[in-house]
Structures are given as C-alpha cells and as structure tokens.
C-alpha cells in the first residue's frame, strides 16, 4: 500500500543515514534527541514522504526492507552479514513453502530472513542449544510478527532432529562436521546443507566430513561488499569495508 497504517513497521532514516525502526501505534510518540513525532502524524502518511519531528529535523519515512530490519534487531551474539544471507537464501532456494531447519539460532538474523522468505504457508524450525540466546531470537521474530512461522527449540543438535523432510539446512556451529550424519537423514534426497564458519581449517575438517557422510556438489564461497560514497561530484570506495566475515560451504544429500 502506498499509505502507512496502524499496526505497520516503519522506519524513520536521517540525513546521515540513521535508520530508527518501530511499530505505528496510535496514542504512542517516538523521541529522539532531534525532537519528537508522533505516531498519529504518521499513521496515513505517504511512504516515501518527508517528515520532521516538532524541532524541525527531517527525517525519510520508509517501509523497512528486510536488510534493514536485519542490521537493527536486537542482538547479543555477532550476526551473519546480510551480504552473506543473501547469498545463502538463494544457494538454499529460500522461497513460499520452504522448510527449513537451522542450528544455532544466535539473536536470529538468519531465522529472520528464512522466516520471511518462506511466507505463511512455509516453516522454519531452529534449535539453540543456549537458553538466553534462545531468547533473544524468539523475542526478535515476534517483534516483527513472523512467530507463526517459526518454530524454536531448547535442544543441542548432537540429540539428533526430531523432524525430517527437510528441503535446506544451515549450520552456524564450531563444529559442524559432528553432526552431518543427523543433518543428511533429516534432508530430503536432494536438499540442501548451508554452513557458515570463520577459519580455513574449520572449513577443511567439514569437507572432509561431507565426503564420508554422503554429500555432494560441494562448494566454498567468501562474500566480499564495497560500498561507495554516493556523492556525483566525488564518487569513490567508502573508506572502511567489511571484507571476511565468514566461509560459506554447501552441499547437496546425494545417494
């Protein structure tokens, strides 16, 4: 809709790129150090539009996109860069009806992604076996109103998955490669096994882990994102760049 209503997330982005991300609620005032704005005000208001709190500041008034609710949730653990996850939703074929298991919930940026690409009518099933960061990435998936589509659990994956059928999998644990043999029988012929993991030599013990257990077209991947400064008169690389964030390594259950 090109009209912000009740109950929509919206996000408020400065001059300076500041991003501010809350739900509209009517009654309810957002504060700022650059003054405030109600949620009255916005609750009908162009998306697109320009709007200023009540000491003037202007601010862009925009529907989140799911890379900008990713670099603002709530977190208490590093998350996988959205330049990663985007790679991964497609190695998986993340999409409508996907299900999907993940191990190593983390504060739930993956878990986000997944359960925003799978629609209601797909699931994603996610354990963690650290009860606070169980928490973290419930209390985000609800924040964003994707809890219908997720299904969390309290357990360490060497206890095996309780589910199967299973299109796509992903890994974000030290170890991966001590639980393939579960991962494999819970995928169906064909799916799709996702790790992430940050050292070379990690990366090496997987491979040879997938060659004993029954995986094929293996593939290593590093995602590298420039961004530049996007100024006519001056356009060059930004000065910093998050280069290394992690090894991406995929494998398909093959007979």
């Known amino acids: 809709m090109d009209f912000a209503q009740a109950g929509d997330l919206a ?28 949620h009255q005000e916005l609750i009908g208001t162009r998306w697109g539009s320009t709007v200023e709190t009540h000491l003037g500041t202007p601010f862009h008034f925009l529907p989140p996109t799911l890379r900008d609710l990713l670099q603002t949730i709530r977190r208490r653990s590093q998350i996988i860069f959205p330049k990663d996850i985007g790679y991964i939703l497609l190695r998986l074929s993340i999409g409508p009806g996907a299900k999907v298991f993940e191990a190593g919930a983390g504060s739930g940026a993956l878990t986000t992604a997944f359960a925003w690409m799978v629609g209601d009518s797909g699931k994603v099933i996610s354990y963690e076996r650290r009860e606070d960061m169980l928490e973290v990435a419930r209390s985000n998936i609800e924040n964003l109103g994707l809890q219908n589509r997720v299904t969390f659990a309290h357990r360490d994956l060497a206890d095996g998955i309780s589910e199967s059928g299973f299109e796509s999998a992903f890994l974000d644990l030290p170890n991966p490669e001590i639980y393939l043999s579960h991962v494999r029988e819970a995928l169906t012929f064909g799916g799709t096994l996702g790790v992430i993991l940050p050292t070379t030599n990690q990366v090496s013990k997987l491979l040879g882990a997938m060659e004993d257990t029954g995986f094929g077209a293996v593939e290593v991947a590093e995602i590298m ?25 995929f494998a398909r259950r093959v007979a």
């Open 11 to 38: 996000m408020l982005q400065s001059e300076k790129g500041k991003k501010i991300i809350f739900r509209l609620e009517a009654g309810r005032q957002y504060q700022t150090h650059k003054g405030m704005i109600s």
């Open 225 to 249: 994102l420039r961004f530049y400064k996007p100024v006519p008169a001056r356009l060059r690389p930004r000065d910093r760049m998050v280069a290394h964030t992690g090894y991406l390594s």
